[in-house]
């Protein structure tokens, strides 16, 4: 079992920038993978970006590439998803989950096997 607690989300305008942190806990050195999705109201989750958590390969959905930034901390098992210049479009509940098989489908949250219970985060135009 992996458990995960999200923080950081929050009420923003737009072009500001948010962190958002995944402490991982349990059987930790199972993880394979750790993403983060989002879900806005009325749409299917979606993924944002994710993180081999050994080698540390980073993945980006097309339409947060260079603007979000996805770290992951082995030692304190936690993993960060730096936000910068955020539009309302990035609207939505974010999730991180944890893939703790090889991972094939990187961007399908139906490959991850474990997730946090999300946090919000709202960006106002």
Same mark, same amino acid.
């Given at each position: 079992?992996? $458990?995960?607690?999200?923080?950081?989300?929050?009420?923003?305008?737009?072009?500001?920038?948010? /962190?958002?942190?995944?402490?991982?806990?349990? /059987?930790?050195?199972?993880?394979?993978?750790?993403?983060?999705?989002? $879900?806005?109201?009325?749409?299917?989750?979606?993924? +944002?970006?994710? +993180?081999?958590?050994? &080698?540390?390969? %980073?993945?980006?959905?097309?339409?947060?590439?260079?603007?979000?930034?996805?770290?992951?901390?082995?030692?304190?098992?936690?993993?960060?998803?730096?936000?910068?210049?955020?539009?309302?479009?990035?609207?939505?509940? &974010? &999730?991180?989950?944890?893939?703790? $098989?090889?991972?094939?489908? %990187?961007?399908?949250?139906?490959? &991850?096997?474990?997730?946090? $219970?999300?946090?919000?985060?709202?960006?106002?135009?």
């Amino acid at each position: 079992q992996v $458990q995960l607690v999200e923080s950081g989300g929050g009420l923003v305008q737009a072009g500001a920038s948010l /962190r958002l942190s995944c402490v991982a806990s349990g /059987r930790t050195s199972r993880i394979n993978t750790l993403g983060w999705f989002r $879900q806005a109201p009325g749409k299917e989750r979606e993924f +944002v970006s994710a +993180v081999t958590w050994f &080698y540390g390969t %980073t993945y980006y959905a097309s339409s947060v590439r260079g603007r979000f930034t996805i770290s992951r901390d082995i030692a304190k098992n936690t993993a960060s998803l730096q936000m910068n210049s955020l539009k309302p479009v990035d609207s939505a509940v &974010y &999730y991180c989950a944890a893939d703790v $098989q090889t991972t094939v489908r %990187t961007m399908d949250p139906r490959e &991850y096997d474990y997730w946090g $219970q999300g946090t919000q985060v709202t960006v106002s135009s």
